[in-house]
């Protein structure tokens, strides 16, 4: 749990740093999503999963120096 749990922030550091408003990273077992914003994922997200998918779990990061940061973790149908 713990090495998922490093994977994610630095995929979420890294994925982050770019200009595009989100970022969607697929895995052999799951989908997420990371972006400042929760609806530039949501947008995303429908976009890709054509409007048929479950969103299984949404985290929110705060950072001090930094813009805070969304995670969903979601599933195309």
Avoid: H, P, Q
């Amino acid at each position: 749990m713990r090495e998922i749990t490093l994977l994610l922030i630095t995929i979420l550091i890294t994925s982050c740093a770019s200009d595009d408003d989100y970022k969607l990273v697929g895995t052999s077992k799951t989908d997420f999503c990371f972006s400042a914003e929760r609806k530039d994922c949501m947008r995303a997200i429908d976009k890709k999963c054509k409007s048929n998918y479950i969103i299984k779990s949404e985290k929110n990061y705060e950072y001090y120096l930094e813009s805070d940061r969304i995670v969903l973790e979601y599933k195309c149908k």
